[in-house]
């Protein structure tokens, strides 16, 4: 990546800056509820099919027949690494959220502390458009005034984040850990210009100038 060029990184939110662990934990352990399902075989079935690069979740719960139940978003914490990171990121970079999620994400952000490093917030429940749709992106690229080569998407997802983002011209990061971890790029605009495994190692990349 050209650093001098780089004047935007846009991130999502689950599973990039937000710990879901517990939160998925809990969701699979409700589902199974009732059923003769063990915990120990929907997460062998979840591997299974994130090795497959399908979305684990909801494709396990396709799969054994069971309906998805809310989300429990006060089961949520920010990675340990992730306030340091947007620190130091801050002060190179504008920094974006392009998310799928519910309704409220600027005061979910606000009340984990990390609104003040973040510059716009684009959310699919106020944007009425989500991931993997190309718009989505569009409209945070506008919104920051910002071209799709001065930009990199920052997340999880192949599907969602990777994907789109290499179609309109922006730099990728995958952030190979949670569901997504087990998943390997396979057709060519699945494959990021950078792998990491946490934040931690992506600000170390920003210390270091190799991107």
């Known amino acids: 990546m050209d650093r001098d060029k780089l004047k935007w990184l846009f991130f999502d939110m689950g ?28 997460l062998e079935k979840k591997v299974f099919f994130a090795k497959q690069n399908k979305p684990a979740d909801l494709t396990t719960l396709e799969y054994f027949g069971l309906k998805k139940t809310p989300w429990h978003k006060e089961d949520e914490r920010l990675f340990p690494e992730t306030v340091e990171c947007l620190e130091c990121l ?20 606000e009340r984990f502390g990390i609104r003040k490093y973040i510059d716009i917030v684009v959310a699919s429940a106020e944007e009425g458009v989500a991931k993997p749709d190309k718009r989505i992106f569009e409209i945070a690229l506008e919104r920051a005034d910002c071209k799709r080569s001065e930009a990199a998407m920052i997340g999880d997802r192949l599907d969602n984040d990777i994907v789109p983002a290499n179609e309109l011209g922006m730099y990728t990061i995958w952030m190979k850990q ?21 934040l931690e190692e992506l600000k170390e990349l920003v210390k270091e100038e190799k991107f």
């Open 90 to 109: 801050h002060k190179y970079y504008k920094i974006g959220i392009i998310a799928n999620q519910s309704p409220g994400s600027e005061e979910r952000l």
């Open 178 to 198: 949670g569901n997504w971890s087990h998943a390997t790029p396979k057709k060519r605009l699945e494959y990021p210009d950078w792998t990491i495994r946490s």
């Open 15 to 42: 599973s990039t800056l937000i710990d879901e662990s517990v939160a998925i934990e809990h969701r699979i352990r409700e589902v199974i509820e009732g059923t003769d399902i063990t915990y120990e075989q929907f």
